[in-house]
Nanobody
Framework: QVQLVESGGGLVQPGGSLRLSCSASRRTFSIYSMGWFREPPGKQRELVATMTNEGGTNYQTAVKGRFTISRDNAKGTVDLQMNNLRPEDTAVYFC?????????????WGQGTQVTVAA
């Protein structure tokens, strides 16, 4: 229903910065929550940051003060600015869009983009 495509991943040095971008196949004004999750090696997918269509944000404690999420609903994009990266930030990062109706939940995922933080 909604296609999500991530870009911007790569290899960065500890303390460096990287900006991830997610592009949706349509405008996202009506999607309640958009954000980013990640899968560190050998671990389950975990929340990184989300933003509602009202502007509310939710960040994983480990990234507070370092990562910033932003949405552009007109363009259908959600970005993640990552600063002061640490090796433990290494993971596959997934864009997510979540919404619901009275009878069903809509949960969309991108294909993932690899972020590796290493010297």
């Amino acid at each position: 229903q909604v296609q999500l495509v991530e870009s911007g991943g790569g290899l960065v040095q500890p303390g460096g910065s990287l900006r991830l971008s997610c592009s949706a196949s349509r405008r996202t004004f009506s999607i309640y929550s958009m954000g980013w999750f990640r899968e560190p090696p050998g671990k389950q997918r975990e929340l990184v940051a989300t933003m509602t269509n009202e502007g509310g944000t939710n960040y994983q404690t480990a990234v507070k003060g370092r990562f910033t999420i932003s949405r552009d609903n007109a363009k259908g994009t959600v970005d993640l600015q990552m600063n002061n990266l640490r090796p433990e930030d290494t993971a596959v990062y997934f864009c997510n869009a979540w919404d619901y109706s009275g009878t069903d939940t809509l949960n969309y995922w991108g294909q993932g983009t690899q972020v590796t933080v290493a010297a």
